[in-house]
């Protein structure tokens, strides 16, 4: 497949990156409610604790999961302090990745999201095969998938992911609409060269 930059470099370091939270946006997504202040009691250590309510606030936000080593610092003084804990007993390195999958799990469960899987993908082509034979442009096509996966409650995956799908439909639109133009051509029609 061609290379095909759906997004500027920029751009994917934006998207793939946690949101930048104002003090304001801060108290709104790490302020948790009643349920998830229950759920926060059951955890065992300081570091779950304080990763699983930053999860938690910027899957609100950006309804997309970061790597613990993504989150920012800001952030996890600010939840650290909420929670009436040291920042010098947070130890990233003990967030194993069984718990990191199973408080994503809760998350979703909490917010009433759908993980992403198959028939998301096979929705998504069939918007992108759409899209593309109405000649949109692919970042465009790109921002659409996520405008729908939002609004049909599913976790926003990677920038790769809806890169790599949208480049390959278009790919794809492109050799269709080559082939039918070559077909057309192989009739033994003679296309004129000077229509003027």
């Not at 610092?73 to 939840?79: L, M, Q, R, S």
């Not at 990745?97 to 469960?109: G, S």
Request: proline share 5%; charged share 20%; glycine share 4%.
């Amino acid at each position: 497949m061609p290379r095909m930059d759906i997004l500027s470099a920029v751009e994917r370091e934006e998207f793939d990156a946690p949101p930048t939270l104002t003090f304001a946006q801060q108290q709104r997504y790490f302020d948790p409610p009643l349920e998830v202040i229950h759920l926060l009691k059951r955890l065992k250590t300081p570091t779950n604790q304080v990763f699983f309510l930053i999860s938690y606030g910027y899957f609100l936000a950006a309804h997309r999961f970061y790597s613990c080593l993504q989150f920012r610092e800001a952030d996890i003084d600010y939840v650290t302090q909420a929670l009436g804990w040291s920042s010098d007993l947070l130890q990233p390195s003990s967030y194993a990745k069984q718990t990191q999958a199973r408080h994503r799990h809760l998350i979703l469960n909490l917010c009433q999201f759908r993980a992403w899987n198959h028939v998301v993908l096979q929705m998504l082509t069939s918007e992108t095969q759409t899209l593309a034979q109405l000649y949109w442009e692919p970042r465009h096509i790109f921002m659409r998938l996520v405008e729908r996966l939002i609004a049909t409650r599913v976790t926003v995956p990677h920038s790769d992911v809806l890169s790599r799908l949208v480049a390959t439909e278009l790919t794809q639109h492109r050799q269709t609409i080559a082939q039918q133009v070559g077909s057309v051509h192989g009739n033994g029609r003679k296309v004129p060269r000077n229509c003027g």
